[in-house]
Each structure stands twice: as structure tokens, then as C-alpha cells.
């Protein structure tokens, strides 16, 4: 599916990444940094234009965001009632209402894969409107940035800069959790005196 997709995007450019980003950030399984990174190649190669096909992604990733969040809201309480045994939705609501621009700032690229859980728990949490949206497009405005700009740079070498995603990605990755350990350690030095 994924070659039939870049396929699609010289053609389609800006309209296939606002449904690609769109339906990722919904949880469907579409591979859209990967397609981002060959619209990057082909803006290197001025087949489509930079502001429209990262606008483009960032409007498709954006409203996919609003859609979760709205879903988490209007829907909110049925998914908390009697469906979470272990208290996990619970707790996600209670820190999404604490910290949740944070956790919605690093889900839209760092985390992306908990990024349409944590619409639903922005959401459901009644976190403000607002708030979401601004830590949303700040979030997304970042991946996107990420993988055209790797694309473009990489002048169409889709195998080269998804590596260099991964690496950077994973680079920052670490160090998130390196921090939020350190964190947590010195938290618990401080309760223990």
C-alpha cells in the first residue's frame, strides 16, 4: 500500500497529505511521515510548492487532532464508565487536566503514536479548547517541519532521510526519557527525607 501511496503524491501532493495526516492522527494505520518525506523530495525538486504542502499537512493533521479531541469530549464520559478496569483512562484524564501540553506537544511528533490517544484524553478530560490547540499546532507544526524539511534536504533520498528521522527521533527520544527518569529519581530522593 505504502509504494501505491507515493505513488499518489506527485499527483495529488497537498490534497493526499492533508488526508494522509488527517487519518493518521484518527489512528489509522497511514503511513504519513513517510509520505511527507517524499513531498519534501519532490518540493526539492519543485514538482510542489513548500508553503502549500506543508500547510497543507499541518491543516490535515491539525483537524485530525480537533476531531479526536471533540470525539474524547462528546464521548468522553461513556469511554470512562465501566470500560477501564485498571483506572488507566482515568489517570490519563486526570494528567491530561495537570500537564497535558506537554503530552500533547510531544505525541504530535516525538510520541506520535500515542498522539489520537491523547486527543481522546485531552478531550475527555475537558482540557480547554484553547490550550489544546495551541500545544496541538505547536506539536504538529514540528513534525511537519521535521519530515518535509528532511525530505526537501534530502532531495528525494526517501531511504536517507527517513534514517536520519529515525536517528534524530530516537536521539531525542532517549533523552526525553532520560529526563522524565531523572525526574522521577529526584522526586523520590525528596519524599524519601
Known sequence: MTE?????????????????????????????????????????????????????ALAGAVAGDQAGYWAGRLGGAGLLRGRDKAGLLVRATQMMAQKGGLAVYLTRWLFS??????????GAARMPLARFTLWSVLGEGTWVALYVG???????????????????????????????LGYVLLRAMRAGR
Do not use: H, K
Not at 499518489?8 to 497529505?17: I, K, S
Not at 489509522?28 to 497543507?56: Q, Y
Not at 534536504?153 to 522524565?180: C, D, K, M, R, Y
Open 113 to 122: 503514536a500515542l498522539g489520537p490517544y491523547v486527543n481522546l484524553a485531552g
Open 4 to 56: 501505491w501511496l507515493l505513488a499518489l503524491v506527485p499527483t495529488y501532493g497537498p490534497w493526499m497529505l492533508f488526508a494522509a495526516t488527517f487519518l493518521s492522527c484518527m489512528a489509522l494505520p497511514i503511513p504519513a511521515s513517510i509520505l511527507m518525506l517524499a513531498a519534501g523530495g519532490f518540493v526539492a525538486a519543485g514538482d510542489l510548492s513548500l508553503l502549500s504542502t506543508a500547510s497543507a
Open 150 to 180: 528532511l525530505g526537501r534536504a534530502f532531495a528525494g533520498n526517501l531511504e536517507a532521510a527517513s534514517a536520519q528521522a529515525v536517528s534524530i527521533l530516537g536521539f531525542l527520544g532517549a533523552g526525553a526519557v532520560a529526563v522524565g
